[in-house]
């Protein structure tokens, strides 16, 4: 099971919108990705799902958290480290998830992560996530 830490953009987009990145709520469903998130991941996806263009109720937003993500999420306790991304610091917390966690790879729409030169884990968008995932699975099918 690969372990991922999965940014802000791509987790609102894939469970209001679906789409792509609404193929990785159906993955950490089946059990065949497990997501990880810290603390101030999940203030951060409190804090998105909260603006007004989604127009989500504090009902829904609470469904959303208690019902689509903290049963299948692991929580991380993270301590602050080196900062990696000097344009959007904000972002740091979601590489240091990742490290702290052990994770594969970090799955982003946040273009301040996927054009960073140095990271210590990858950082691919949810479709180069999901080709990646779907060639180990056909290289395990062919073995």
Not at 42 to 60: G, M, N, Q, S
Not at 99 to 115: F, M, Y
Request: glycine share 6%; proline share 6%.
């Amino acid at each position: 099971m690969k372990r991922v830490v999965i940014d802000t953009n791509v987790l609102v987009s894939g469970l209001l919108f679906g789409g792509v990145p609404g193929k990785l709520v159906s993955l950490w469903k089946e059990g065949r990705i497990q997501p990880l998130c810290s603390k101030g991941i999940i203030d951060e996806y409190l804090r998105v799902l909260a603006y007004p263009k989604f127009e989500l109720t504090e009902k829904e937003i609470s469904f959303v958290l208690y019902q689509e993500v903290l049963p299948w999420f692991e929580i991380v306790t993270v301590q602050v480290g080196d900062p990696f991304v000097k344009n959007d610091p904000e972002d740091d917390k979601f590489i240091w998830c990742a490290v702290e966690g052990k994770a594969d790879a970090l799955v982003s729409g946040d273009d301040h992560l996927l054009t960073l030169k140095r990271s210590p884990v990858p950082i691919l968008s949810a479709s180069k996530f999901l080709i990646a995932l779907q060639a180990e699975d056909d290289a395990v099918t062919d073995t």
